[in-house]
Nanobody
Framework: QVQLVESGGGSVQAGGSLRLSCAASGRTFSMFTMGWFRQAPGKAREFVAAIRWSGGVTYYADSVKGRFTISRDNARNTVYLQMNSLKPEDTAVYLC?????????????????WGQGTQVTVSS
């Protein structure tokens, strides 16, 4: 069993920045693929970014590429999402996920555990 707790959400104006954190506990964190997804009201959950256990491979949705950066600290069992140049369309609940055998990093079905999410609101 893995427990995930997200933090760092909040309200910012367009163009601003936020840094999300996801702290994991319960299992060997360093061997998992970590991902960030988001879900806006009335919309499906969508992929944002993911990082392999070694930290050397990352993958981003086209909508955030160049603005968001995912990173991880295996010693702290934590994954981060640095979000810059935020836009109103980035407004959503952001959820952290982990998977032991993630093949397709953007596929939410490949992830085994999910956090409760943290709200990000970007105003124009």
């Amino acid at each position: 069993q893995v427990q995930l707790v997200e933090s760092g959400g909040g309200s910012v104006q367009a163009g601003g920045s936020l840094r999300l954190s996801c702290a994991a506990s319960g299992r060997t964190f360093s061997m998992f693929t970590m991902g960030w997804f988001r879900q806006a009201p009335g919309k499906a959950r969508e992929f944002v970014a993911a990082i392999r256990w070694s930290g050397g491979v990352t993958y981003y949705a086209d909508s955030v590429k160049g603005r968001f950066t995912i990173s991880r600290d295996n010693a702290r069992n934590t994954v981060y999402l640095q979000m810059n140049s935020l836009k109103p369309e980035d407004t959503a609940v952001y959820l952290c996920a982990v998977g032991r055998n993630v093949v397709i990093m953007r596929d939410k079905g490949d992830y085994d555990y999910w956090g409760q999410g943290t709200q990000v609101t970007v105003s124009s």
